[in-house]
Each structure stands twice: as C-alpha cells, then as structure tokens.
C-alpha cells in the first residue's frame, strides 16, 4: 500500500498490521476502536508531535518487512472507559439541567421577576448542570484522554465504575433531596455529598497516578491538569461546607453570597484548567495553528490559580468589609488578563499554518471551538463591566447571570460540544453520525445563547419593565434545549455505532478499473486511488460519509460525465495507481 498523507491509519493497519509495530514504537497508544483512528496519517503525525516523513518512512521499511509469525502484532481494543460519563452527562442536561432551565426561565418571564423562582430549585439546576453535565463529561474525557496524550496506561482503571456510582448516586440524591421540603429525607443531603467527595477522590487518584506513572516528558499541560485536579478536590470539599451549613441549619438554599462565588471557583478553577491543558495540547492540530506561545499560557497559569482563591473569598466577604468588596471588584481584572492572555499564547484565531491544507478530513467542530473563545471574550468583558454596576444592585445580578450564561453555555458548553463532535468518532474510528445535525446543533446553541445573555443585560438596563425582552430571553431556552436534544442524539448514536470489522465482501477483486465500476469500489479495495479522485476535483469523495453513499451508486462515467471530467484521461490515472498495486 502506497502511504500518502491522506492515507487513512484504520486502512493502513488493516492492510498491513505490522504497522501496528511502528505506532507502539512511538509510544503511540493507539485511539480508534478495533481497527484503528479513522484519520489521516499527516494529521496523526502533527497531533502527537511525531515527523511525518520518519514515521511514514518506518511505516514502509515495516511493510516491506512483511507480517508473520516472529512479528508480535498488538491488538486494538475498543476503549470505552468515557462512555457512561457522557451519557450519563447528557440524560442528566436533557432532564434535570437544560429542560429545567427552560422551564425556570420561562417561568421567570411570564412572571417578569427574577425573584418569583424558589431559589432552591435553582442551586439543584446549577449543581446538576455544574457537576453532572460538564463534571462528568471532563471524568469522561480526561480518562479515556489523558493516558493517550501521556503515552501511558490507565491506572487503577478497576476504580472506575466505582467513581462513576458514587458520582451519580451523589448527584441524584443531591437534585432530588435539596429542593425537596421533606424532614425525614434531609440526611441524604450531607449523604450525597460525601458520596461526590468519594468520587472525585478516586477519579484524582486515578487520573494522578496515571500522569505520575507516565515516561513521557512534562509538557506545559501537565501543571493545568494537576492544578484542575485540585480545584476539583476543593470544591468538592467546599460543596460538603456549604451542605453541612444547609443541613445544620434546616435551610433549603445555600446562601447566595457564597454559592455564586463557590460557582465561579469551579468553573474558574477546575472546569478552566481541564479545557486549557487539553487545548494546549491539541488545538494546534485540530486548527492546524502553530503550537502555543508558552511564555502567555504560563502567565494565565499563575495568574488565575492566584486569583480564582482571592476572587472566592472577597466576594463572600464583600457586603461586610469595604476592603473585601474593593478587592473582589479588582480581582476581576487580572482574571480577565489572564483569559485574553491565553486566548493570545493559544493563536485560536490566527491563521493556519496550512500545514495540513491538503490532508482531507472532517473539520466541522474547527467553528465551535473557535466560536467557544468567542465567548470567552464576552465572559472576560461582562466580568470587567460588573465591578461598575452598584454592588448587589438588580442591574448586577442581570449581568451575572449573562455572565455565567455567556460561561457555561457560549464558552464551555460549546467546547465540549466542539472535543465530543472530534473525539468521540475518533476513540471509535468512524464518523459523526449526522455533520448536518452538528451543523443545526451550532446554530441552535449560538442563538438560544446570544438571546439569553444578551436580553438578560436589556431586562436589567431597562430595570426590569420591558415585557419584549423578558419575553426574548423566556424563548432562549427552548433553543438551548433543541439544540442539546440534537447533539444528546447525534453523539448517542454516534457511541453506538459499532466499527464495522470489515468482512471481505464477496465484491470481485477489481483489476481494472472501467466506466461501469463503482466509485466506492475504487477507493475501498485500493484507497490510495482517492488522491487521484480529489486531482481530479472529486472533492465531495473527501466526506468519507458521500464516499459510502453516493460512491456505491454513482459509477465512473456518471461521475465524470457530472463533473465533465475527460473519463479517459481519469481511467487512465486510476489505473496507473491501481496497477502500482498489483
Ligand atoms: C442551556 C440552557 C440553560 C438554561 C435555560 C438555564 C437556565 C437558568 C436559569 C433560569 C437560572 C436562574 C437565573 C439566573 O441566575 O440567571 C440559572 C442559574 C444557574 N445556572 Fe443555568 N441554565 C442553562 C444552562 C446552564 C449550564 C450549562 C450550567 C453549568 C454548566 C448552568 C448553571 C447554572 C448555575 C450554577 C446557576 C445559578 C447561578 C447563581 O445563582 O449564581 N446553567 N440557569
């Protein structure tokens, strides 16, 4: 087999598993379901750091080596360690979490009164959404993640179903006890919080070992996923504080003045450090940018784990100490210095390297993270203008809840939407299962949140008396709840689609190509035929998803004749390369 940059790695180690051999030697502990990543070769070199043309050149020297006995061939297992994680994440957004939402906040809108909602209903929201939705997509993530990006095993991967039960049972107990004006059942509060610390104990034991037990050198996103671990550790032990005060004082709301802090802390600081150490280490491949500039990416490293502590405890402390509530208002500054730091050391909207402009592949989740940091910088301007604003006042607690809407919907849900529509197909080896619902999920995701965060900030600056705005921002929730429907859906299905082991369909060997042959049979018997496809403008043949439809239908004279391609001249060139083969 002929290997060429568009050479995808799946039919490579089909063909030739002695290659296999070749990726292990590189440490590459190898992502893709059974069979192996569906992606091309020069992307899987960019995306672990590793020269192309070396690998590519030991890859042949392997081929012409041949397989056989002598040659111990490892075998790919489907990792699905993240699996239950993200379902779990999403039957939990799509009930407790966005659905809830939509309804709170439709609620809010009719009654046109931010304070009309019982305020325990919303902590349950917030903690669902908080440590089910985005909690357990990051366990997810970082289990089946880090052990690859450290070329290294999972430890201790026999804890994780136990991470994984305390997690939930925590959880549901939490959302369902708290608002829930029930004495008898009040002890489960403080049980449920236990469980999560049980929880997020073992998954930081598991994920830290892993990272200690790996050979590879630190990179600069070691120290950001060491420093998430432990914001997760210590907001789990904060989230225990704050139930044992609930408990002790038979409250169903947790005070604001330390729950809105409390929310910042983690997402600022577990939720920020986990996106910021994967970006660090794959944005420049995924977007084909030049890898980080380190000097910045440190910068926001020190400066939020020095800011998120302070910004946590002056604002608890901000109604009783002037000094607390001026250096709350300060703090602000240098935690949005530090986001557009990282946004700069990151290069997410400089231009490509073009590095990778001729390799084919799916880059449809390259807008959602882009589009993520774009609300990043809304986030960073809404936190600078809230010091401005009359502590405490109505027009205050408008922008802060666009702020954390702009937050955790625009920024980190977007993201994880982003890393899901490219990872998931990846650890399967197959693709998305519908790019057109991706598409429709962006869109829907993006309006639903600009019409949120942005009628949010009206209904305050028009203290509260426009019925046009507060009825905006009743209906922005119906489009968050669509559009998280239509991913739950897409990447459902996508998690179980199996990859197909290829049984030798009982199709003729092709020796020639001619104007009746399939499309489809050309690139799947020989797929280094598809440059010659793309050469000559069969540029649709590089959606793998056309390729398996339209390709087993569409024969050589139909798709020359559609594109008035001259069919000899193509016959010809496909020819040449099929007879390279034989
Ligand atoms: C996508 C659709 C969502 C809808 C419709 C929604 C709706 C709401 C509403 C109506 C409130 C109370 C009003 C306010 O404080 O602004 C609220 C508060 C909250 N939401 Fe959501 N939300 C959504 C997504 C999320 C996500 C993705 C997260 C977290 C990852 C989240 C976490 C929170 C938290 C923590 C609060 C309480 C904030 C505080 O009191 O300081 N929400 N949400």
Redesign the pocket.
Known sequence: MEINRNTIIKDLIESHPETLTVFKKYNLVIAGGVRGPNEPIAFFAKAHEVDYDILVKELNEAIERGGGEHIEIPKLEEDKVYEVFVKAAIVL?LTV??TF??I??SY?AIKLN?HS?YYAL??A??HA??FG??GLCIMGFALYIIPRVKNTELKHRNLVNICYGFIIAGLLLRIIVQPLPLRAARFLIPVSSILEIISICLFAFIILKTIFSSREKVGIFDKFFKAGIIWFLISAFINFGMIVYLYKHALHEIP?IV??PF?HLYLFGFVFMFIFAINIRTVFAFLDIKPVREKAVNVTFWVMNISVPIYFITHIFANNSVVALRLSQFIVFPIAFALFTFIYGLRIFERSTQELQDVVMDRSYAKTIRTAYLWLIVTSVILLIIPFLGHGSELQQRF??SL??AV??GF??MMIIGYASKMIPTFKGIDMYSLKLSNVTFILLNT?CFL?VFS?ILVGTSSGKSLFYYAIMGT??WF??AA?GIFGYNLWKTMNTAQEIKQPVSTTKLTEATKDTKVFDVVDQYPETLQVFLDFGFSQMANPVLRNTMGRVASIEMATKMHSVDIDKFLKALNDKISLKK
């Open positions: 957004t979490g966005v939402g939509a709170l906040l809010i931010f909602i919303i902590q929201h917030g959404q908080l939705w985005v604001r729950f809105s929310v802060h809840g954390n809407h955790t919907v980190i849900t639903g949120r949010q922005s929730g968050e709840l998280l």
